[in-house]
Structures are given as C-alpha cells and as structure tokens.
C-alpha cells in the first residue's frame, strides 16, 4: 500500500468501554481503543451506515495508528440488563477510567484514497462530527481536536530506535527492555465481516503498547519516518 501522508488527531473523554472480544459473562475493556473502534469513529464522523463501511477500510486500504496521551485504569460496575423475554441479569463491566481530567489518545490516519483523508480533515477542522463520537458506547461521549497532516515521510525497514505508538507484534525484531514500562500485548480484533447476528471479526493480530504512553524503544521490520515522530501502525504496511 502507498502512503502519501498521514492525519493526525487526538479523541479524548472522560470514561470509556472498549470491549475485548474475547470477554464473555464479564465485559473486559482493552486501555485503548482497537483498530476496529477507530474505524466506527471515523465512519460515524463521514456518516456512513452501520456496516457500509467494513471493506472502505479493510487494512488492505486503510491505516490506523495510536499512542496513549493520558492514560486510564480500570473499574468494574455491575450493570442491570433486561433479558429477551422479561426479567433482568447482571453483568460486570469493566469500566475505563482517566488518571487524569480525562482518557486522551492521539490518532493517526491514512488510506489510499486521499479524498477520504481529506474529508476527514475537513470534518475534523469544522467540528462535523456525523453521528457523533463515542469511547465504546454510546453514553460515553468524546471529542476530539485536530493536530495535523504528515507529508513529508518515509518507510523505512529494518529499523534501529524509538516509535511513538502501538505496534503490531509482528514488526518487533527486538526490544530494548526497561523495567518502568508497563508493555502490553493482547490479541484485537483489526476488520469485521457482516454475519448473521451482525457483525464478528475477521480478522486478528497481535498487538504491543506501553501502557503510559511511554516510546517503544528497539529494532522494528518497518517504520514511517516523519520530521515529527517515527510511527507503526495496528497492521503490516507491506506484506512479507
């Protein structure tokens, strides 16, 4: 996939669910939001319908990177839903909560197409927010605010430092081991496939982050180089 540039935003909120898969009688969260959350964020800011959008940006045409800004820990409610057919059952939720005023994360963006960047960036600018933005569900608002566009990049491989963002499992070579990072790896969900019930995943990979925020430090099998920061996204730029 060619990359001609890359947009960049921070979302932000004061609470948040993004749910991990793979929980079952109690809703896990994840610390931040998966790749397919972020693709329900920027299709709700172009308004596009509930699972038009799955092929517009399979990881074949589409990008998503993040770090985390402000991070956040995690709180079980226990929550009172109705059952089909009358009654009601309790189901513990984990919550996502700030450590600070708020959750913040910063994104980033690209796609083959550039008028869909474009778009974005336009809407972003402009405060049009579609359908609106939210961290999981829907009572759990965000916003979010422009920071700009990467043109000027370069991939590089097989590369020797530090990146700013998630990364797949896959592209780590090598890390440089600290022991006041908080690394994570966890298995997410990065496409969807319209199903019977709805939706399921299509796809999933590995992924690593530090749970602060902090930079991933090590040898890595592709990065994009930008004057600002050197950044990996959830999924392979090229294949191997």
Same mark, same amino acid.
């Given at each position: 996939?060619?990359?001609?540039?890359?947009?960049?935003?921070? @979302?932000?909120?004061?609470?948040?669910?993004?749910?991990?898969?793979?929980?079952?009688?109690?809703?896990?969260?994840?610390?931040?939001?998966?790749?397919?959350? =972020?693709?329900?964020?920027?299709?709700?800011? =172009?308004?596009?319908?509930?699972?038009?959008?799955?092929?517009?940006?399979?990881?074949?045409?589409?990008?998503?990177? @993040?770090?985390?800004?402000?991070?956040?820990?995690?709180?079980?409610?226990?929550?009172?839903?109705?059952?089909?057919?009358?009654?009601?059952?309790?189901?513990?939720?984990?919550?996502?909560?700030?450590?600070?005023?708020?959750?913040?994360?910063?994104?980033?963006?690209?796609?083959?197409?550039?008028?869909?960047?474009?778009?974005?960036?336009?809407?972003?600018?402009?405060?049009?927010?579609?359908?609106?933005?939210?961290?999981?569900?829907?009572?759990?608002?965000?916003?979010?605010?422009?920071?700009?566009? @990467?043109?000027?990049?370069?991939?590089?491989?097989?590369?020797?430092?530090?990146?700013?963002?998630?990364?797949?499992?896959?592209?780590?070579?090598?890390?440089?081991?600290?022991?006041?990072?908080?690394?994570?790896?966890?298995?997410?969900?990065?496409?969807?496939?319209?199903?019977?019930?709805?939706?399921?995943?299509?796809? @999933?990979?590995?992924?690593?982050?530090?749970?602060?925020?902090?930079?991933?430090?090590?040898?890595?099998?592709?990065?994009?180089?930008?004057?600002?920061?050197?950044?990996?996204?959830?999924?392979?730029?090229?294949?191997?």
């Amino acid at each position: 996939m060619d990359i001609n540039k890359v947009l960049v935003f921070n @979302i932000k909120g004061k609470t948040a669910h993004f749910k991990k898969y793979y929980s079952n009688k109690s809703s896990l969260t994840y610390k931040l939001p998966s790749r397919t959350v =972020l693709m329900g964020m920027v299709a709700s800011i =172009l308004k596009y319908s509930r699972d038009s959008y799955y092929d517009i940006f399979s990881p074949d045409k589409a990008k998503f990177g @993040i770090k985390i800004k402000k991070a956040g820990s995690t709180h079980f409610e226990c929550m009172n839903y109705l059952k089909e057919g009358g009654g009601h059952t309790q189901v513990r939720l984990q919550l996502l909560l700030p450590k600070e005023n708020n959750l913040e994360y910063k994104v980033y963006f690209t796609h083959e197409n550039d008028k869909i960047i474009d778009e974005l960036e336009n809407k972003i600018k402009n405060n049009e927010l579609g359908y609106g933005l939210f961290f999981g569900q829907r009572q759990f608002r965000a916003d979010l605010e422009f920071k700009y566009v @990467i043109d000027n990049l370069n991939i590089r491989e097989n590369y020797k430092g530090e990146i700013t963002t998630l990364t797949f499992k896959n592209n780590i070579k090598d890390f440089d081991i600290n022991n006041d990072l908080e690394l994570t790896v966890d298995n997410m969900p990065v496409s969807f496939n319209k199903s019977k019930n709805g939706r399921e995943p299509e796809s @999933i990979l590995e992924v690593c982050y530090e749970e602060n925020g902090d930079n991933l430090k090590g040898e890595f099998k592709e990065v994009i180089e930008t004057s600002k920061e050197n950044i990996s996204f959830f999924t392979p730029i090229r294949r191997n």
